[in-house]
């Protein structure tokens, strides 16, 4: 477990993995994806580490080496994790809610896992589960009116209603629309119409 710990601390350095070095952002998610949830945990407690103190990862233009190594690995791990990883994320994104108050670490969060809503197609609770969480991280963010670019959100929302869920988020979207910007809530206004036949 130490030697495991080791490697995801010095990955997150970002002394040891390169994005040069895919072979080892492989070899290091198989490891964990093969071993008991958790010691995987170590993955998403890197994760809740660099969320927590965002200029750690972001220097107001790019991301850090590290931030950029981790969502490399993360994304190597999410390809061969088993269920009890991709079941945990919902709880994750909860447990971590408080630390996603910049539109930095918001959008960090999509990338990474919003390529992989596509995979999880058997899992479409958990699926669900993460998507909701997400809605609610972009609610929280855009009822504070502090995104720069709150279009990204509301393209994402529209995305994930016409993609993923349809008309299952519209008593989440008309419990929030009233607490929006108005240039934000009118622009949403269609999210939370329901399809006609």
């Not at 016409?162 to 008309?167: H, M, N, Q």
Request: with cysteine.
């Amino acid at each position: 477990r130490r030697v495991l710990e080791a490697v995801v601390s010095t990955q997150s350095t970002g002394t040891a993995l390169t994005s040069r070095n895919p072979e080892m952002y492989n070899t290091v998610s198989l490891v964990f994806s093969a071993l008991p949830f958790s010691f995987s945990k170590a993955v998403f407690a890197r994760i809740a580490d660099l969320l927590a103190d965002s200029t750690q990862f972001y220097n107001g233009t790019t991301w850090s080496s590290s931030a950029q190594s981790l969502l490399l690995l993360t994304h190597s791990f999410l390809q061969h994790c088993k269920n009890d990883c991709v079941d945990y994320i919902p709880e994750f994104i909860n447990q971590n809610s408080t630390h996603l108050q910049t539109e930095c670490q918001v959008v960090y969060v999509f990338k990474l896992f919003s390529p992989f809503l596509r995979h999880w197609d058997r899992n479409t609770n958990t699926r669900k589960q993460i998507l909701y969480s997400l809605y609610q991280v972009m609610f929280s963010l855009l009822s504070e009116n502090s995104a720069s670019n709150p279009d990204l959100f509301v393209d994402f929302m529209y995305f994930i209603k016409y993609v993923f869920v349809g008309d299952e988020f519209k008593t989440l979207l008309e419990r929030h629309l009233p607490t929006l910007p108005t240039d934000v809530a009118s622009k949403l206004k269609f999210c939370g119409v329901e399809k006609s036949d």
